[in-house]
């Protein structure tokens, strides 16, 4: 085995990350990057962290990947079976409640911080923050992952709760650019959801300044192969 594949075999991968999510008043928008690392090795650069565990409820994923990407397969089980035990959808707020048992019973095992975020008919859209260790707590506005401790400043002083859509999405758009500027573990795309009474929206950014990518490539069909006359 190679120096190169001896340094990095045994290091958990984990996705250092930054991830946000906010309330507004027609639900909750969701983003977060798309770096997924092992150490100082970029193990996948285009990961999906916003994971859909019930209809219109996603989380966000931060910590050990093998850890969040387990706790949500068995979160998105047990709402699953609760929606045909109980005839209905379940709510955010139990699928809040699922990830913190698993989290705080877990707690010495896990290295899982979850955010959880979706709308429903009872509560319409809530954002639920589960760090380390298993805490829950609602908020309308919270970050998480490696690249947060860098971006806290900007998001108390930027966010205000009268938020369109379009601007919660701009606005996480911006902290997250930030956070990847500064977090070496964070990185990628910019991937988004929003969430509503009428389902869910996925978006992707690229990390420029419009979020478009800097070139486009033509297709071969519209290459110029004509060849040049003597």
């Not at 999510?21 to 027609?26: D, K």
């Not at 929606?83 to 048992?101: I, K, L, N, S």
Request: hydrophobic share 35%; aromatic share 10%; proline share 3%.
């Amino acid at each position: 085995m190679s120096y190169f594949c001896r340094e990095y075999h045994d290091i958990p991968v984990s996705t250092g990350t930054t991830i946000m999510a906010l309330e507004y008043a027609h639900g909750v928008v969701l983003g977060a990057d798309s770096r997924t690392s092992a150490g100082s090795y970029v193990a996948n650069r285009a990961s999906d962290k916003l994971t859909e565990v019930a209809d219109r409820i996603y989380c966000c994923r931060s910590g050990s990947a093998a850890d969040t990407q387990a706790v949500a397969d068995l979160v998105s089980h047990s709402l699953n079976y609760h929606q045909y035990q109980f005839g209905r959808p379940p709510t955010v707020w139990e699928a809040a409640c699922d990830f913190r048992h698993l989290c705080y019973t877990y707690r010495n095992n896990l290295l899982a911080g979850i955010i959880v975020a979706g709308y429903d008919d009872k509560k319409g859209g809530q954002v639920y923050s589960i760090p380390l260790g298993g805490m829950l707590v609602r908020e309308p506005c919270t970050i998480g992952g490696s690249g947060s401790s860098y971006i806290f400043g900007y998001v108390h002083d930027q966010y205000r709760p009268d938020f369109s859509k379009e601007q919660c999405v701009a606005f996480i758009r911006k902290c997250i650019q930030l956070a990847i500027h500064h977090d070496g573990s964070s990185g990628g795309v910019i991937r988004i959801a929003i969430i509503t009474a009428d389902g869910v929206e996925r978006r992707v950014y690229f990390n420029t300044e419009t979020g478009q990518p800097v070139t486009k490539h033509k297709k071969l069909t519209e290459l110029d192969t004509s060849e040049e006359s003597d």
